[in-house]
């Protein structure tokens, strides 16, 4: 009887190891869901990879846009963006001749998203900034990928 016991005991062990190990192992996940109501968002921001050497694009090193990096039409570095979407520099409105294209981290949609229809902080592109209808900044949406928004515009 008493090796029954202690079977089960270490059996039970086991079991609740296992459990802590694997909740310890499992990403974070976001346990908020996303609401039935839309935002009162403006605009949204989404800085994504543009242009190539065949099709330049006019920027310069201070409109760029922060965490993207720009190259010249031969793909050698040239800057990483200065600019940061929530508080834009004020930049002189000159092409840089030497910039041909950018990389930036993956982001969806539009590189501008005006309006923004029924989108939440929730429900955004990850590496969006979203602004709201008075232009001042929201939220960043860091997510994979956004919830389904099946909620029609209000």
């Not at 065949?54 to 922060?66: H, S």
Request: net charge positive; aromatic share 10%; glycine share 10%.
């Amino acid at each position: 009887m008493d090796v029954h016991m202690e079977v089960n005991f270490v059996a039970y062990l086991l079991i609740v190891l296992g459990l802590l190990v694997l909740v310890s192992a499992m990403e974070h996940v976001d346990a908020k869901a996303c609401t039935l109501e839309c935002g009162n968002l403006g605009f949204g921001i989404c800085p994504r990879s543009e242009g190539s050497p065949e099709n330049r694009i006019c920027t310069n090193c201070c409109a760029g846009y922060k965490g993207c990096n720009y190259y010249s039409a031969n793909g050698v570095f040239i800057c990483e963006g200065q600019s940061d979407p929530k508080k834009p520099k004020a930049c002189p409105p000159n092409c840089d001749p030497h910039i041909a294209y950018s990389k930036c981290p993956p982001s969806k949609g539009k590189s501008l998203i005006y309006p923004t229809g029924c989108t939440t902080c929730c429900t955004g592109y990850k590496g969006c900034y979203y602004f709201g209808k008075n232009g001042k900044f929201e939220c960043e949406r860091k997510s994979d990928e956004p919830k389904a928004n099946m909620y029609p515009a209000m």
